[in-house]
């Protein structure tokens, strides 16, 4: 473990940005970091937490994962990313819908249709319970037109150890009645979660320098500050660590003419790759 923080923190000392990490060695139980507790922007790294309360919420019998939602033209007003935004307003599908496309495609008007059954200070308590103590939800859409170099307090933040902590307590729960308790949530609804972060259409960045059919159950975050990723990674069946990846005050271009975003992809997938290497 010594040899990999030493490799994971040289790759993030030759950046011109900050990067901060948080891993679980899933094969050892042991865990390192880098910044792991200081707040960053979280992007849609913030939404697996939105599951998991809403999940919450399904357990105790208030949401419906059945429920059916038509999707007006007021779902998509000043959001800018996902899909479900170019479809034909009137569309219907059930409320499971809404929560896969917010993971899997990090679609917003999915995620403004969640946010409408949630309330934003139940979700804050929710994630204070579950102990992401550093994680503080500020908005449903993130506001459009933010500079790349906005204030910390005009986003929703979280830290890569908040990350990595909920993620544990999803994958403990899935097979733990009593772990999926702890999180106001039931085996089953956790198992689902994982299923539905394996699904996951971005993989530019923790799977990204993996073996082709590896198993990632991740969730990936675009922000103006930076790009983000938080997943559990597999070999085969078994998992075997957790890791979450932040790159924060991304200069729009770098020095060498590249977009920041492409160094952001290549940082976090390579934290990733050292990772694999280590430990499998």
């Known amino acids: ?81 996902g899909v479900l935004r170019y479809m034909t307003p009137g569309l219907v599908i059930p409320f499971r819908d809404a929560v896969v496309q917010m993971i899997i495609t990090s679609d917003n008007v999915a995620t403004r249709i969640v946010m409408e059954r949630i309330d934003r200070d139940a979700l804050n308590e929710w994630c204070g319970r579950a102990g992401m103590t550093g994680t503080v939800h500020r908005f449903d859409i993130p506001p459009l037109g933010m500079p790349w170099d906005h204030p910390l307090d005009a986003v929703t933040t979280t830290t890569p150890a908040d990350q990595t902590l909920l993620l544990q307590r999803i994958l403990d729960g899935a097979a733990d009645q009593d772990a999926a308790a702890r999180i106001g949530c039931t085996t089953p609804l956790c198992a689902w979660a994982l299923e539905v972060l394996s699904w996951q259409i971005y993989r530019n960045m923790i799977p990204s320098r993996l073996p082709p059919d590896t198993r990632v159950a991740n969730k990936t975050g675009l922000g103006q500050r930076g790009r983000m990723d938080a997943g559990i990674v597999y070999c085969g069946t078994r998992p075997i660590y957790i890791l979450a990846g932040f790159t924060d005050r991304v200069p729009p271009v770098m020095p060498d003419g590249l977009p920041g975003f492409t160094h952001s992809f290549a940082v976090i997938g390579g934290l990733s790759r050292l990772c694999w290497d280590a430990i499998t």
């Open 1 to 81: 473990m010594d040899r990999l923080v030493t490799d994971m923190n040289a790759l993030c000392d030759a950046q011109i940005f900050g990067t901060s990490w948080h891993l679980v060695n899933l094969a050892t139980g042991t865990s390192a970091g880098r910044d792991a507790d200081i707040p960053v922007p979280s992007a849609s790294t913030r939404k697996t937490s939105i599951m998991m309360a809403v999940l919450a919420q399904v357990a105790a019998g208030r949401l419906d994962l059945d429920e059916r939602i038509t999707i007006e033209p007021r779902h998509a007003d000043g959001v800018a990313s």
